[in-house]
T-cell receptor
Framework: GQNIDQPTEMTATEGAIVQINCTYQTSGFNGLFWYQQHAGEAPTFLSYNVLDGLEEKGRFSSFLSRSKGYSYLLLKELQMKDSASYLCAGMDSNYQLIWGAGTKQIIKP | GAVVSQHPSWVICKSGTSVKIECRSLDFQATTMFWYRQFPKQSLMLMATSNEGSKATYEQGVEKDKFLINHASLTLSTLTVTSAHPEDSSFYIC???????????FGNGTRLTVT
């Protein structure tokens, strides 16, 4: 079956760096997406990886290893506004998104 | 770019009535639109996938006669919750993409409360 695993909750301090891991099992693979969702709001797109390696976009970076079925989202210089849930989603061979349950990122001052 | 507009943002209705939610892609043509439902502190649940001009594909357990989806054009899809009941109260979110491999872009969601 298809499955996305990510931690339920993580806690970090303002200004720190945090890495949110995601492992995936999909029928075929057409890329890995990360979304941010603040409480009570809809998700917003953060990143897309389809090739191995690190994609950097400002304070946020995303990494993919297709051979390991593994991705991570790296958040640097954490700010209080980064408190949110981070959703990992894998795209299968039919271009359907398989969603993880999300990681709630708590940031303490 | 890639803006998806969803209306209304919130709606309160009485049990037994119907509610229509609109989802529009403002600056791109959405070949596929998706409707999600999310209960508090739970993950996104895909309800149905709609392609312009064809019938929606519903996920297992979603009643197609209760949740009517119409994807009339490349920029508009609607979800109608018919004969709403309190258990239908939820956060409904639409999303759209222009190509199969493109990211999904989400509307702001509609918070439905059925009294």
């Amino acid at each position: 079956g298809q499955n996305i695993d990510q931690p339920t909750e993580m806690t970090a301090t303002e200004g720190a760096i945090v890495q949110i891991n995601c492992t995936y099992q999909t029928s075929g693979f057409n890329g890995l997406f990360w979304y941010q969702q603040h409480a009570g709001e809809a998700p917003t797109f953060l990143s897309y990886n389809v090739l191995d390696g690190l994609e950097e976009k400002g304070r946020f970076s995303s990494f993919l290893s297709r051979s390991k079925g593994y991705s991570y989202l790296l958040l640097k210089e954490l700010q209080m506004k980064d408190s949110a849930s981070y959703l990992c989603a894998g795209m299968d061979s039919n271009y359907q998104l398989i969603w993880g349950a999300g990681t709630k990122q708590i940031i303490k001052p | 770019g890639a803006v998806v507009s969803q209306h209304p943002s919130w709606v309160i209705c009485k049990s037994g009535t119907s509610v229509k939610i609109e989802c529009r892609s403002l600056d791109f043509q959405a070949t596929t639109m998706f409707w999600y439902r999310q209960f508090p502190k739970q993950s996104l649940m895909l309800m149905a996938t709609s392609n312009e001009g064809s019938k929606a594909t519903y996920e297992q357990g979603v009643e197609k006669d209760k949740f009517l989806i119409n994807h009339a054009s490349l920029t508009l899809s609607t979800l109608t919750v018919t004969s709403a009941h309190p258990e239908d109260s939820s956060f409904y979110i639409c999303s759209a993409r222009d190509r199969e491999s493109s990211p999904l872009h989400f509307g702001n969601g509609t918070r439905l409360t059925v009294t």
